[in-house]
């Protein structure tokens, strides 16, 4: 049986012994190792890629770039180390002085053979076992937020977003093939900026490249969805001693459904639509048309719509993100964040002066995370210590409760290492902390005809209550505090 092995590949096949005998060199194992690893993990991703490819967009990246560059790096790897050999014998004049026959018991043959098997063996046990763990975690949020950390600031905003149980790719990349090929060649980019430290810092909003949110909003909030009247209290806390709780309350009409009233009737109603023109960052809207259910349609233009710089501003037809902009990535400015902070007791609101105090902290700036993180609790601390020493005395546990929450408020909205800074992401829903509506309901906007876009508080809302610190609805209400 020997005999007949040696005579099958050394006779006809006979070329076979010098590769053999070449490719026993580590650089060339090293090589043989890569591709039967690239080649085993094709086979196991192909099956799920070819299935499911659309609702796994980040399995491009193990599929597309990954296994290849294995690949045709052990496919390099093995000539090298083979050309590395055959010089060196070459030099020692020792080059094919006796090739061995291919039979098994050839040393050389045995340990390619046997490397080969043993890590397509170790190869499939691994990759039957990872290959469905690998491609979920690489759809994971985690993934897409903590892999990388040009994310920090958005998946930090996301873990607290009504959307935490939503992945990323579903409002990121969408379903559908053009929008798997067009993700994986922004990805591509995207891996090369992030590779050479060529990214912008902050990352830019608004991300110009989102589909459009009927395609991926509207697959769970659908326009034709009645929302009716909600109820909706604000807390803001006054910079005196007492941090003086006043509340506003508003029943917000929300509309919607086949009525044509209300912020969701009169702006996503069916048969409405709405264009606009407005500058990069969607701050400035100087044109609007407005086209009615019956199909009747109005332009209003404000002074900054001139024939001369309208080919400056990026046309769209308005949907959700427009005034929803942050739905999952909300930063607030120090006022609202510090509110929020106080009234969930983060910050402890019967602490004289904490809303003063509290502001003028967190104002002030950090050259980074680790300054931060020294500098605000003890700042915080220092001044009940100094200025109230009566209070630190006897409250000391929740001075220092408050000064870790006060951190706490600090770093979920600023990140220097991204040049994310109180403000740099605008929320563009109501038009307290930034224009949001009054982008376009500023009364500025006309028409030809002398029409203007309405202004008018109570079409979207009814103030309750404005600033008061017992409003009366509440009580009648039974929401007491």
Known sequence: MAEETSKTFGGEQGWLKPFVHLADNLISKIGFVLLTTAGVAWLFVLPVETREGASHPYLGILFFLILPAMFFLGLALVPLGMFRKLRRER?????????????????????????????????????GYYTHATVSYMDSAGFCGTACHVMTPEYTAYVESPHVNVPCVECHVGAGTQAYIQSKWRGV???????????????????????????????????QKFGGYRLRVWDKFAEDEQNTNAKTVLVMRIGGGSMTTGIHGFHVAPGINIEYAADPKRQTIPWVRYTSAEGKSVEYASEEWTPENQASFERRTMDCLDCHTRPSHQFFVPERALDIALSTRVV?????????????????????????DARIPEAFREFYRNEHADVFKEREQAVEKSAQGLLSVW????????????GVYPDQIGHTDFPGCFRC?????TSSDGQVISQDCSACHEVVALEETKPEILGKLGIHE
């Open 91 to 127: 030099k020692t004049g020792t080059l094919f002085q006796r090739l061995p026959p291919l039979a098994w018991s050839n040393p050389e043959l045995r340990r390619l053979v046997k490397l080969i098997g043993i890590a397509t063996i170790a190869n499939i046990v691994i990759g």
């Open 189 to 223: 980019g995207q891996l090369v900026a992030v590779t050479f430290n060529t990214y912008e810092k902050p990352i830019p909003t608004p991300v110009h490249t989102l589909r459009p949110a009927r395609e991926t909003c509207e697959q769970c909030h659908w326009p």
């Open 348 to 372: 402890d609101a019967s602490l004289p002066w904490a809303k003063k105090k509290g502001l003028e902290i967190l104002r002030a700036s950090y050259a980074s995370t680790e300054e931060a």
């Open 411 to 422: 770093r979920r909205n600023v990140f220097p290492e991204m040049n994310v800074t109180w």
């Open 441 to 445: 309901h500023d009364e500025m906007h």
